[in-house]
């Protein structure tokens, strides 16, 4: 049977395929409109999957979309009766977009999918899940567990912002909630919007940046904001947010409580916001913990697993793995709503159709490498088109030329095999240097990323060394963890007393500073060879040259863009960036033997995350 799963008109929309149970495709529709987090109807992901499976629409024999929007207006309209008349205006602005479009969601999606196959009677084959029920599937189905307890925390569903499962075989039952507007996750998004980030794209700088304060906020959160019980259910303070009926994330007394208005975008960055991104990353891990704590005494401590959008939030992930509440751990790689709509398609086979489960050994997200490929043929003649010049190279001679050039200090454009799901780029769509360099952190950020100089890399390490290199219990095959650098390889001791906020930068802390964070952590990513070999085997001869089986992994793009789908795209970034070497396939290119024209100046297109 082959069920298609859809995610939509919110955020970060997404397609992905299961037949027979069996994950085969799944991608973000922004890869290939290259608008970061699309919210459109995900006809190319959808074309993409098809693709993939060698089918046509017309063979799909279930479509499941990853909530239920009636639930959500339901949500909408009972929140705005139950505060009227404050917020009238939010909702004149938000009633005519529900009622010409989001109500009516699924006469929009049956008209979409006639398109595509104009005989099928599609009011016969749609299904809508529940959003949290689609999170939570995502997480457990793929995972290797038979029985496990699914903790699933994001912004927020239909009216679900927290949920406790219990997934057991095919089984899968959510048996405790929070809802909406009391959402951890929207708390978290609430100091994002007040350090002057974006809401729903800046969560992962304000994570970046809590390592550079102290928490001297925490308690004040704690007293003020949200009342936090034992098992870690919560409730928020909603006079100090605005989110609920308003047009901004805080009230006006959020911002006299942390003494002023919210950064503005792209202004300088204060010890102050340090330290709020320090208290709220603080107060997150210990309702987190707590979470965990509780589904522990539930249902055991055997096994637990996590998806929704504050699942990607690694540090935290890092802390319940070493809290040792669980024997193991799984997170959804995608874990966002991207994610949701592998969910709808897990739940449509196991729940509405009955069908037993099987877990596999590892997991069933084959490294999360699940979106389009390229033929060695194919990417040749899409190079040519673009005007790239290039020679072809055997595998064992692309990695030894790749590795030479990354012991120099070039920065590599690496596109090989099939494209990410999720968040991460992990060895497909990368961009990958030396991280014993101490210049390599600064030099990727502003000549590369066009990105923050705070922001933290990521170290790749071949699955078999990780243990030497970092204090990690287990694999994270999806850059979902963080760990500490072991002992061993710290380098330059306590730093100054003089350094403070982002002069931290300055101070060596290890032998690979590019990808050690200025608390010694590391977003770590283990490289297994069944799961990409190639990626496996350029890190083998990095390590036979340098002795050091770490890299600097990023994703490929610049600030603003979604990670490169295409030769083109990753041809384009080289050529608009300080990249100065590029691996497409076989195909590698140098930056000096170009003759095409630069596209220097091409981030300028993205809007600014």
Not at 403 to 416: M, N, S
Not at 429 to 451: E, G, Y
Not at 490 to 496: E, F, I, N, V
Request: proline share 6%.
């Amino acid at each position: 049977m082959r069920i298609l799963g859809l995610s939509a008109f919110y955020h970060d929309s997404a397609a992905a395929l299961v037949v027979d149970g069996r994950i085969v495709a799944a991608a973000q529709e922004e890869r290939f409109t290259r608008r970061k987090h699309d919210p459109e109807w995900p006809a190319r992901a959808i074309d993409a999957c098809l693709a993939q499976a060698g089918i046509s629409a017309a063979q799909i024999d279930c479509v499941a979309f990853y909530e239920k929007p009636l639930l959500k207006f339901e949500r909408l309209l009972e929140t705005y009766l139950t505060l009227a008349p404050r917020g009238f205006g939010s909702f004149a602005k938000a009633m005519p977009v529900w009622l010409k479009e989001k109500l009516f969601l699924k006469p929009l999606i049956i008209k979409r999918l006639t398109e595509l196959a104009p005989d099928v009677d599609w009011s016969t084959r749609l299904l809508f899940s529940e959003h949290h029920l689609s999170h939570a599937a995502s997480a457990f189905y793929p995972s290797p567990f038979e029985r496990a307890a699914v903790l699933t925390m994001d912004g927020v569903g239909e009216w679900s912002t927290c949920s406790l499962a219990l997934g057991e075989g095919r089984d899968l039952r959510i048996a405790r909630e929070i809802h909406f507007p009391h959402s951890l996750g929207l708390l978290y998004s609430a100091f994002t919007y007040y350090c002057g980030f974006r809401v729903n794209s800046g969560e992962y700088k304000l994570m970046g940046l809590a390592p550079y304060g102290q928490p001297r906020y925490a308690q004040q959160i704690l007293d003020n904001l949200i009342d936090v019980k034992a098992d870690g259910s919560f409730r928020l303070d909603l006079r100090y947010f605005d989110f609920v009926v308003g047009a901004t994330m805080t009230s006006p007394a959020f911002n006299q409580l942390f003494g002023g208005p919210p950064r503005a975008p792209e202004s300088p960055l204060q010890q102050r916001h340090m330290d709020l991104a320090a208290s709220i990353q603080a107060v997150t891990e210990e309702v987190v913990l707590r979470l965990a704590a509780d589904a522990a005494k539930r249902y055991g401590r055997q096994a637990l697993c996590l998806a929704g959008g504050v699942a990607l939030n690694c540090v935290a992930n890092g802390k319940l793995l070493r809290a040792g509440l669980f024997d193991r751990l799984w997170i959804q790689p995608a874990a966002g709503d991207a994610g949701g709509a592998l969910g709808a398609a897990l739940a449509a086979w196991h729940l509405h159709q009955n069908q037993p489960r099987m877990p596999e050994a590892g997991d069933s997200m084959r490294g999360s490498y699940l979106g389009p490929s390229f033929a060695q043929d194919e990417i040749e003649s899409r190079l040519r088109a673009a005007g790239a010049v290039f020679e072809v190279l055997d595998e064992a001679t692309l990695c030894q030329q790749a590795t030479t050039d990354l012991i120099a200090e070039r920065a590599l454009g690496w596109f090989q095999g099939p494209m990410e799901f999720g968040p991460r780029a992990l060895g497909g769509r990368s961009i990958l240097a030396d991280p014993r360099s101490p210049q390599m952190q600064t030099t990727l950020n502003l000549r590369v990323k066009f990105r923050e100089s705070f922001r933290p890399f990521a170290p790749a390490v071949l699955a078999e060394d990780a243990d030497q290199w970092f204090d990690l219990d287990g694999d994270s095959p999806y850059m979902l963890l963080v760990a500490e650098v072991a002992e061993a390889r710290r380098r330059g001791g306590k730093a100054p007393d003089e350094l403070s906020g982002l002069d931290l930068l300055k101070h060596t802390r290890s032998e690979i500073p590019a990808v050690t964070h200025v608390d010694h952590s590391a977003r770590v990513q283990t490289v297994h060879q069944h799961t990409n070999p190639r990626f496996h085997a350029l890190l083998s001869e990095f390590k036979a040259q340098s002795g050091c089986p770490v890299l600097v992994n990023t994703s490929f793009n610049v600030r603003g863009e979604p990670i490169v789908a295409t030769p083109e795209d990753a041809f384009r970034c080289f050529m608009g960036t300080d990249i100065e070497r590029l691996a497409v396939g076989n195909c590698y290119l140098r930056k000096e033997a170009q003759t095409a024209a630069s596209s220097r100046g091409y981030e300028r297109a993205f809007k600014l995350d």
